[in-house]
């Protein structure tokens, strides 16, 4: 077996979080996959892995070797896609990280026309809140709404987060429409909790921009939680545009305070530095650009 295939195969082992998840993976049986971790080890003459019958954890070395064997995987994969794809069209695996609600609403309902515009492309899609590190995750792109600082990135702009203070008809009935940011502290607000700064909510104040602390009796840690809240009539809420548009447009919910509200952070495609953007890469960015910009789909009338 040639060293790269053990290299991946260690890879996936600590990817998957186990050999048997592992295995699926690489349409292996569990055993193989052991038995070639453990031939890796024999070759080095190190542990790589803590074994126990609950779970598997890295060693010293195994961190630092999963570190380089992870770029130089990556490396290998990009320089046979630029062979492969040098006189074709985008192919192979393109794996793709976005947050739950934007991916869920907004990248998913595109990847129909792009998977039928790229045939030869397969799309892995992971969908999580967490900030992910693309070179150590081996993710292709990944779609980010937020204040970038990485400059190991390259980042596109698609669109800007703009933020919308809503709340359903039946509670602006029952307790009013606030009629400035410091009005909200005397009305429910919807919360997500344990994010200290999601209380904060970011308005205008003769040029400047200021936090208002809101409060509530409903918090929870889901976005879409709050949304199914705000719809319900539980209270007020600050969502994205993106996903409040369609609520909107059908009298579900009802905006206010908008000449008052900051503007929101920008959503960026991002992908890692390399000395050649491979075809799949480009073909996705540029998909993605056509779709969103210069206006996004939800901003239109």
């Keep these: 077996m040639q060293r790269s295939d053990e290299m991946s195969v260690f ?11 592992a295995a699926k993976v690489l349409e292996l049986t ?43 995987l990556a490396d290998i994969e990009e320089a046979e896609s630029l062979v492969a794809d040098r006189h074709g069209s985008p192919r192979g695996m ?42 150590q995750e081996r993710f292709d792109v990944a779609i980010r709404v937020a204040d970038l600082n990485d400059s190991s990135l390259v980042a596109r702009r698609l669109a800007v987060d703009r933020r919308v203070v809503c709340a359903a008809p039946s509670y ?22 344990n994010i200290p700064s999601m209380r904060d909510w970011e308005f205008i104040f003769g040029g400047t921009t200021r936090k208002t602390h809101v409060e509530g009796r409903f918090e929870t840690n889901s976005g879409v939680a709050v949304h199914e809240a705000a719809l319900d009539g539980i209270g007020i809420a600050q969502l994205p545009a993106y996903l409040v548009a369609p609520d909107l447009k059908a009298g579900r919910l009802v905006s206010f305070l908008e000449d008052r509200v900051a503007e929101g952070k920008t959503i960026y495609a991002v992908y890692p530095h390399t000395r050649h953007l491979s075809p799949k890469v480009r073909a996705f960015i540029d998909f993605l650009v056509a779709k969103l910009t210069p206006i996004p789909p939800w901003e239109r009338d």
């Design 30 to 72: 569990p055993s193989a996959v052991s038995k070639q971790v453990s031939r890796l080890e024999d070759r080095l003459n190190v542990r790589l892995l803590n074994r126990t019958t609950r779970q598997l954890s890295m060693t010293e070395e195994g961190e630092t070797y999963f570190q380089r064997a992870t770029a130089i």
């Design 172 to 193: 602006l009935e029952r307790y009013g429409t606030p009629q400035s940011p410091e009005a909200l502290r005397d009305h429910n607000c919807l919360v997500i909790m």
């Design 11 to 21: 890879v996936n082992v600590v990817r998957e979080g186990g050999f048997s998840a």
């Design 94 to 135: 393109l794996r793709v990280t976005s947050s739950i609600t934007f991916g869920r609403h907004q990248i998913v309902p595109l990847m129909p026309e792009f998977l039928n515009a790229f045939p030869d492309v397969r799309l892995q899609l992971s969908l999580s809140d967490n900030v992910v590190d693309l070179v």
